[in-house]
């Protein structure tokens, strides 16, 4: 079959375009219910949030059995698995995988609570075993080769113990994912916010009336000022929800403008200037980003140039040159003949 005749045929070429906006149109409307399906299992998670931060505010207000009993019943534990929990407490993998970072490291990926870290650390501990066993399977017995035993063990090895360090690299990915969107999003929200402290509205409707706008643009930003606000209500010290978002996220310009606002309430200055100083702060701080990245883009262009264009533009020049010069020859040596 001429596979050249077939790609070239109209036909083809027609069910192949329809092939891909198919995909395409699939892709796009299928992507926007992921990240709706994504928005609401955040705000679930808030709500959930919200609602222990109130049971265990009233049972330290109130110090009752009754709202200890409450605060009891929200469990988050619920989401790990009988399993994890005993293997995490038979080989004390708390004291072998967690250190002071590790709570921090999990909510900067907007992983929080006991569930989550029991599932990492379960996670760290079955990754590198079940990583060797594979190694092990796929060196002797899958593929063997003209290897000895102790080489494949030894290979086998080495590959578990780099496999030990893929969780922590899929949790450093997660952060910088997520560090990324809300670096993103975060000089938006700060105009938002000053506009909605201008309007005359208090910090808590500002920053609920700010989630509720930036969703779109960063659902993990708006999870985290949701959480805020939830937290804003309920402790008694504001300062602590504003540390709180400051350490949840791991951004120097979020905690600045958290110590901003801390300062702000402690010392009764205005908020308003305090939000605006930061804002137009955020304004530049993105400027100087673009310039920058756009400073940085002629260098990272060179290779590709090099690689790519000029061979082509030398072909296109030479070209006619080359094929005059060996046509001339030919075409003299015919003479002669």
């Given at each position: 079959?001429?596979?050249?005749?077939?790609?070239?045929?109209?036909?083809?070429?027609?069910?192949?375009?329809?092939?891909?906006?198919?995909?395409?149109?699939?892709?796009?409307?299928?992507?926007s219910?992921l990240?709706?399906?994504?928005?609401?299992?955040r705000?679930?998670?808030?709500?959930?949030?919200r609602?222990?931060?109130?049971?265990?505010?009233?049972?330290?207000?109130?110090?009752?059995?009754?709202?200890?009993?409450?605060?009891?019943?929200?469990?988050?534990?619920?989401?790990?698995?009988?399993?994890?929990?005993?293997?995490?407490?038979?080989?004390?993998?708390?004291?072998?995988?967690?250190?002071?970072?590790t709570?921090?490291?999990?909510?900067?990926?907007?992983?929080?609570g006991?569930a989550?870290?029991?599932?990492?650390?379960?996670?760290?501990?079955?990754?590198?075993?079940?990583?060797?066993?594979?190694?092990?399977?796929?060196?002797?017995?899958?593929?063997?080769?003209?290897?000895?035993m102790?080489?494949?063990?030894?290979?086998s090895v080495?590959?578990?113990?780099?496999?030990?360090?893929?969780?922590?690299?899929?949790?450093?990915?997660?952060?910088?994912?997520?560090?990324?969107?809300?670096?993103?999003?975060?000089?938006?929200?700060?105009?938002?916010?000053?506009?909605?402290?201008?309007?005359?509205?208090?910090?808590?409707?500002?920053?609920?009336?700010?989630?509720?706008?930036?969703?779109?643009?960063?659902?993990q930003?708006?999870?985290?000022?949701?959480?805020?606000n939830?937290?804003?209500?309920?402790?008694?010290?504001?300062?602590?929800?504003y540390?709180?978002l400051?350490?949840?996220?791991?951004?120097?310009n979020?905690?600045?403008?958290?110590?901003?606002?801390?300062?702000?309430?402690?010392?009764?200055?205005?908020?308003?200037?305090?939000?605006?100083?930061?804002?137009?702060?955020g304004?530049?701080?993105?400027?100087?980003?673009?310039?920058?990245?756009?400073?940085?883009l002629?260098?990272?262009?060179?290779?590709?140039?090099?690689?790519?264009?000029?061979p082509?533009?030398?072909?296109?020049?030479?070209?006619?040159?080359?094929?005059?010069?060996?046509?001339?020859s030919?075409?003299?040596?015919?003479?002669?003949?």
């Amino acid at each position: 079959m001429d596979i050249i005749g077939l790609v070239t045929q109209r036909e083809f070429l027609i069910a192949a375009l329809a092939a891909i906006s198919a995909t395409a149109a699939v892709f796009t409307f299928g992507s926007s219910l992921l990240v709706k399906q994504e928005l609401k299992g955040r705000i679930q998670r808030v709500a959930l949030e919200r609602e222990k931060m109130r049971a265990q505010e009233m049972s330290r207000l109130r110090g009752s059995s009754a709202a200890i009993a409450d605060r009891s019943s929200i469990r988050r534990d619920d989401n790990t698995k009988a399993y994890m929990r005993k293997a995490v407490d038979r080989f004390d993998l708390r004291k072998a995988f967690q250190d002071e970072n590790t709570l921090d490291q999990l909510s900067m990926a907007g992983l929080r609570g006991p569930a989550e870290l029991t599932k990492y650390l379960f996670v760290r501990f079955t990754t590198p075993v079940a990583v060797l066993l594979f190694a092990i399977f796929y060196l002797v017995v899958v593929a063997p080769g003209d290897r000895p035993m102790y080489l494949s063990l030894a290979y086998s090895v080495a590959i578990g113990v780099v496999g030990a360090y893929l969780p922590v690299l899929l949790l450093k990915n997660k952060i910088q994912k997520r560090q990324a969107s809300i670096r993103r999003a975060w000089p938006d929200v700060l105009d938002l916010m000053l506009l909605c402290v201008e309007a005359g509205m208090s910090m808590e409707h500002a920053i609920k009336r700010v989630a509720k706008e930036i969703g779109g643009q960063s659902p993990q930003l708006a999870e985290e000022l949701t959480l805020t606000n939830a937290e804003l209500s309920f402790l008694e010290d504001r300062s602590r929800a504003y540390e709180n978002l400051g350490r949840r996220t791991g951004l120097d310009n979020v905690k600045a403008v958290m110590t901003a606002l801390i300062q702000a309430d402690r010392y009764g200055t205005s908020v308003g200037q305090a939000l605006r100083v930061m804002a137009e702060e955020g304004r530049e701080a993105r400027m100087m980003e673009a310039e920058k990245k756009a400073a940085a883009l002629p260098p990272k262009l060179t290779v590709p140039l090099i690689l790519f264009l000029l061979p082509v533009l030398f072909i296109v020049v030479l070209s006619p040159a080359m094929i005059k010069v060996f046509s001339g020859s030919v075409a003299s040596t015919v003479g002669g003949g």
